[in-house]
């Protein structure tokens, strides 16, 4: 009788235990086509699974390396000493180490899916600042973080192990711990995913078209942003629906413990929520009433009781303002300021073209504006340079115009920059007022 070698024994075993290569490979926490090779004498098993195998069959690491069964009373003594407690033990480690291998073969295939989604992100930044094709880099990132998330659920799934009842309870609760251990890195990886795709949105949100690409640093800005708001959205839609969608279909494994853990954790989710929601919508609101409230109060506003200080005023500041070109290269007239033809005054408010005051340093010609009464006669007339101010308030009450107030354009300027800063650091405190709850609820959670 011909003697049979291991990769035949295996399969006659696995036969007669109503088994499948599949079936075995899971167990063994290798593929089919490692079994089917095995049974085809191609290769033999690892020195490691061999007393694994021998368990699982329920023989002998003796009988399994010669390929056949041994006379009763053999098989008799090789149980009594597989029965001791350091071959029990043995298994275990075994085991232990057949997990640990598995988990690390599925952490080395998660970086995979790591680096695709890196390579995307590359991808973007290249698209985008080296040939200024905002949208482009947007739509190939995209395509790198889909390729990302499929490959992730792909070894996800082929990484998953059985759970076989018969097996003791200990390798039970290991299995389960491991292919939970899975999910959650899945569920890390797709969180990363979804961060990156918040990271890009600007690239399709703030281009023109697909022909123009946003500065870098309006990028950044915007997309970690957008990452914050997308990553936020994305672990709360986690932990309120998928969480536990996942433990029902046995995904996640879960105690009686842990479910409640996890129950009390989204109680104090919601409660995090609730606080960082109404104080940043608190701050929002606070932030749009800056403009409208504050501004008249930020502003400075120069206010003059006679004419010849406003004039003066009007005058150098026309002279001195650093923002001025000339804009008048040939005047009609050129007259010393104040002067002024009677004859030649607009009706009210006018503006007598002709007239200009010339600056003899700077060699700048400045308008005159005149103001004037219902009969047509001059109440007042001054330099006119729109660049130097932003508003200029008359008196109609009063005969003499007086008092006059007049806003200059540095003037609001200034206001507009201590405002935004105040609005800056409304920002900054929703973004603290953010962070704090998350630290809060991550701290108390686990």
């Not at 007393?51 to 023989?59: C, S």
């Not at 890009?200 to 690409?213: E, K, Q, R």
């Not at 026309?318 to 300021?337: D, G, H, K, L, R």
């Not at 004037?372 to 115009?401: A, Q």
Request: proline share 3%; aromatic share 10%.
């Amino acid at each position: 009788m011909e003697k049979r070698t291991i990769g035949k024994f295996i399969a006659v075993l696995r036969k007669a235990n109503g088994m499948t290569q599949k079936e075995l490979g899971e167990r063994l926490f290798v593929s089919d086509k490692t079994v089917s090779r095995w049974e085809q004498d191609e290769s033999t098993p690892e020195l490691a699974l061999i007393p694994v195998i021998a368990e699982i069959f329920g023989i002998t690491t003796d009988e399994l390396l010669r390929g056949e069964r041994n006379s009763p009373e053999m098989r008799e003594e090789y149980t009594a000493v597989e029965e001791l407690p350091h071959i029990k033990t043995l298994k275990k480690k075994q085991f232990a180490n057949m997990l640990h291998k598995h988990t690390v073969k599925f952490r080395n295939m998660s970086m995979i899916s790591i680096g695709i989604a890196l390579l995307g992100l590359i991808a973007a930044i290249i698209c985008d600042v080296g040939f200024t094709r905002a949208v482009i880099g947007f739509c190939v990132g995209m395509i790198f973080l889909i390729a990302s998330a499929i490959c992730q659920l792909c070894f996800t799934t082929s990484a998953r192990l059985p759970i076989d009842e018969d097996e003791s309870e200990d390798r039970i609760i290991a299995c389960r711990a491991a292919n939970s251990s899975f999910v959650g890195s899945t569920v890390g990886i797709l969180m990363l995913d979804l961060a990156l795709f918040g990271f890009l949105l600007p690239l399709a949100v703030f281009s023109l078209d697909g022909y123009t690409g946003i500065g870098f640093g309006g990028w950044m800005v915007y997309g970690l942003l957008f990452a914050a708001i997308t990553l936020i959205l994305g672990y709360l839609l986690y932990a309120f629906i998928i969480r536990g969608i996942l433990i029902k279909s046995d995904l996640l494994y879960a105690d009686d413990a842990e479910l409640e853990k996890l129950k009390k954790n989204n109680r104090l989710l919601k409660k995090m929520l609730i606080t960082a929601g109404s104080i940043t919508l608190l701050l929002c609101i606070m932030i749009s009433l800056v403009d409208p409230i504050l501004m008249n109060f930020a502003v400075k506003v120069n206010v003059f009781d006679n004419h010849e200080e406003f004039q003066e005023f009007m005058r150098l500041g026309a002279i001195s303002n650093t923002f001025v070109s000339p804009q008048i290269a040939v005047a009609t007239e050129t007259v010393p300021f104040p002067s002024y033809e009677p004859d030649d005054i607009p009706s009210y408010m006018g503006q007598r073209e002709e007239l200009y005051y010339y600056h003899e340093e700077s060699g700048d010609y400045f308008p005159i504006a005149t103001v004037t009464n219902e009969d047509g006669s001059v109440i007042l007339e001054y330099v006119d340079d729109h660049t130097f101010y932003s508003k200029i308030e008359f008196n109609y009450k009063s005969e003499d115009l007086l008092p006059i107030k007049v806003i200059t354009r540095a003037d609001r300027q200034i206001a507009y920059n201590t405002l935004s800063n105040i609005k800056a650091l409304l920002t900054i405190l929703i973004a603290v007022n953010i962070i704090t709850c998350t630290v809060i609820y991550f701290k108390k959670s686990y």
